[in-house]
C-alpha cells in the first residue's frame, strides 16, 4: 500500500485485520514521491495485491525515478508490479482508492492515466459524499470485469419476488443516497461536473496565491492535484500550526485541520484546506484575511508584546 504524506487509513487497517493480511505500507516522505523501484523490495511471493491512494501529485520527482506519490500509484505504481509480476510469475492486480480524486481527476485532468487504462487496476472505489455532491452515506466500487469478484463473496435473495444478485456490506439500508447520486448525474452530467471542478480549482488557486505571498507560510505545492492546499508554518516563527489554526477558529469559526505527520516525518505539522464547491471566492478572501490578522497577532503575541485579543464578531463566529 502507498500512503500519503497526511493518510491514516483505518479502513484498510481493519480490512486487513479481519482477513489475516499481513500490511506492507510504503509510506512517502514530505518529497512526497515514492521510488517504483523500491515496491518489489516489499513485496514477497506471498503478496495478494496492491493499493494506491489517489489524491494529489506535489513536486516533480527526481529525473532518475519514475515516481510520485499518491497520484502515482496508479501511473507509477502499476509498472513497478507489472515488472514485480514478471520477475516473480505473479499476478498482482491494483486497487484505487478514489475516494475523492475518482470525482475529480476525471474532469479536472481527463489525460491523467490512474484508472482502468492501466492493465494493473483491477478495481475502484469512490465516494459520493465527497466530490461526487452527495451527503454521506454512499461510495462506488467498480471493477474491471466479472473475473474480479468472486462468485462466493454473492449474495442471492429472492424474498422481493425475484432472484436478485446482492454484494454489500450492510444488509439493508435507504437508497436516498443513490437517486441523489442519480440525480447530481443526470442534472449535472459530464460538463456540468468539469464546471464545478474548475469552479473549485480557481479558488483554490485564489487561496494558494494569498497564502504563498505570506513570510509565515511555506506550501506544498505540484500537479495535477485536488482542490486542495497544504501549508506548512515555518519553523522560525514563535507559533505552531495548531495555535494559527486556534486563532483562525476563534476570529470566524474556520475549521482547517492541522495534522501531524505520520512515520518517517515525526515532529511536521501541515494545514490542510479542502476547497469544495460551497468555498466562494469570497469565503476565499475572507479566510486570507483572517491569515494575516492571526500571523500577525500571534507574532507579537511571541515576541512578548502586550497586545489586546481581537474583538470575534460576524455571521461566521
Not at 491514516?8 to 514530505?30: K, S, W
Not at 514478471?86 to 484508472?115: E, K, N, Q, T, Y
Not at 494569498?210 to 515555518?234: F, T
Amino acid at each position: 500500500m502507498t500512503a500519503p504524506l497526511d493518510a491514516e487509513l483505518p479502513t484498510f487497517d481493519t480490512a486487513m485485520l479481519y482477513l489475516n493480511v499481513c500490511p506492507g505500507t510504503t509510506v512517502c516522505g514530505l518529497c512526497l514521491f515514492v521510488m517504483v523501484r523500491s515496491i518489489p523490495a516489499a513485496g514477497t511471493a506471498m503478496i495478494v495485491g496492491s493499493v494506491a491512494v489517489l489524491l494529489v501529485e506535489f513536486e516533480s520527482p527526481p529525473p532518475e525515478t519514475t515516481a510520485v506519490f499518491d497520484t502515482t500509484p496508479a501511473a507509477a505504481l502499476a509498472p513497478g508490479c507489472v515488472s514485480h509480476d514478471r520477475c516473480r510469475g505473479l499476478d498482482v492486480p491494483l486497487h484505487i482508492d478514489a475516494a475523492s480524486g475518482g470525482f475529480v481527476f476525471p474532469f479536472s485532468d481527463p489525460d491523467f492515466a490512474w484508472d482502468f487504462r492501466l492493465p494493473s487496476v483491477k478495481s475502484i472505489n469512490v465516494s459520493g459524499h465527497k466530490f461526487g455532491l452527495v451527503y454521506p452515506g454512499v461510495g462506488w466500487l467498480i471493477f474491471r470485469d466479472d473475473d474480479q469478484l468472486p462468485e462466493d463473496l454473492v449474495f442471492y435473495e429472492d424474498y422481493l419476488g425475484e432472484r436478485d444478485a446482492t454484494f454489500t456490506l450492510n444488509f439493508s439500508g435507504s437508497s436516498s443516497f443513490v437517486l441523489a447520486q442519480y440525480y447530481n448525474f443526470i442534472r449535472h452530467g459530464r460538463a456540468g461536473y468539469a464546471s464545478l471542478v474548475r469552479a473549485m480549482n480557481t479558488n483554490c488557486a485564489a487561496l494558494a496565491e494569498h497564502l504563498r505571498g505570506m513570510d509565515a507560510l511555506e506550501l506544498v505545492e505540484g500537479s495535477p492535484r485536488l482542490p486542495l492546499v497544504i501549508a506548512k508554518v515555518r519553523p522560525d516563527e514563535p507559533y505552531t500550526g495548531s495555535d494559527l489554526v486556534g486563532e483562525l477558529a476563534k476570529r470566524r469559526g474556520w475549521m482547517v485541520p492541522a495534522y501531524q505527520l505520520p512515520p518517517d516525518n515525526e515532529g511536521q505539522q501541515i494545514l490542510r484546506m479542502l476547497v469544495k464547491i460551497n468555498q466562494t471566492r469570497e469565503l476565499v478572501d475572507a479566510l486570507a484575511d483572517d491569515y494575516r490578522a492571526s500571523i500577525e497577532y500571534l507574532r507579537k503575541r511571541g515576541a512578548g508584546h502586550d497586545v489586546a485579543a481581537p474583538v470575534h464578531t460576524g455571521h461566521g463566529y
